[in-house]
């Protein structure tokens, strides 16, 4: 069984474009979650989605950041006029179920560095 | 509001001794407890969980924590450190009507000198 899979693995991207950012849960997950982790910090929680329904988007910042998770395909991540600010490693995660103790499983993140 | 604080950064420990990694929640319903390990430029592995059943949980890789109600606490521990064990590792919280985040510590680097 796959584990979650993000791509790309790093991405570099100037000032002002955007970044994409692709994440495929775990087969039989329904359940999708992004964290961002800036250097030297731990994670930070940004939007929890299921299958066409952002569920929880407290995390996220007001602007420029948006996300959605498709009938079809994988959760994307999208950050539009990149800063330099939004360097940062960016990790989703899945899971089965949609209680509290349900367990998260991570995939390898997605660096992203902005020039 | 639930909060997370690792005392301790870096923890740096001789291969072969006790490991000891602190972890302090702060949460306003009794919570579901974590601790994930993340090796160098990879995702986060889950190393054990505390979900209200027993307050000892034995995790993988020989890890295992303690659930403290009393001193809201939830310490890592590893009798014997081993080389493969530097790491950085997190603890985090989520709670129950209170969405399905996890509000992590900001983590504990791990060194282990052979």
């Known amino acids: 069984n796959a584990g979650v899979m993000q791509n790309p693995r790093h991405l570099v991207r100037r000032r002002g474009q955007e970044a994409r950012l692709r994440c495929s849960p775990m087969?039989?997950?329904?359940?999708v979650y992004w964290y961002r982790q800036l250097p030297e910090e731990g994670l930070k929680f940004m939007v929890y989605l299921q299958k066409e329904n952002i569920i929880d988007e407290s995390g996220m910042p007001k602007e420029r950041f948006s996300a959605e998770f498709p009938k079809e395909g994988p959760s994307i991540l999208r950050i539009q006029q990149v800063v330099r600010g939004d360097s940062a490693a960016y990790f989703c995660?899945?899971?089965?179920?949609?209680?509290?103790?349900?367990?998260?499983?991570f995939g390898p993140g997605t660096r992203l560095l902005v020039l | 509001a639930q909060s997370v604080t690792q005392l301790g950064s870096h923890v740096s420990v001789s291969e072969g001794a006790l490991v000891l990694l602190r972890c302090n929640y702060s949460?306003?319903?009794?919570?579901?407890l974590f601790w994930y390990v993340q090796y160098p430029n990879q995702g986060l592995q889950l190393l054990l969980k505390y979900t209200s059943a027993a307050t000892l949980v034995k995790g993988i890789n020989g890890f295992e924590a303690e659930f403290k109600k009393s001193e809201t606490s939830f310490h890592l521990t590893k009798p014997s450190a081993h080389m493969s064990d530097a790491a950085e590792y997190f603890c985090a919280v989520s709670e129950r009507g209170a969405g399905n985040m996890l509000t992590f510590g900001g983590g504990t680097r791990l060194m282990v000198k052979p």
């Open positions: 087969k039989g997950h329904s359940h």
């Open positions: 949460s306003s319903v009794p919570p579901y």
């Open positions: 995660a899945s899971s089965p179920g949609q209680g509290a103790e349900e367990t998260q499983y």
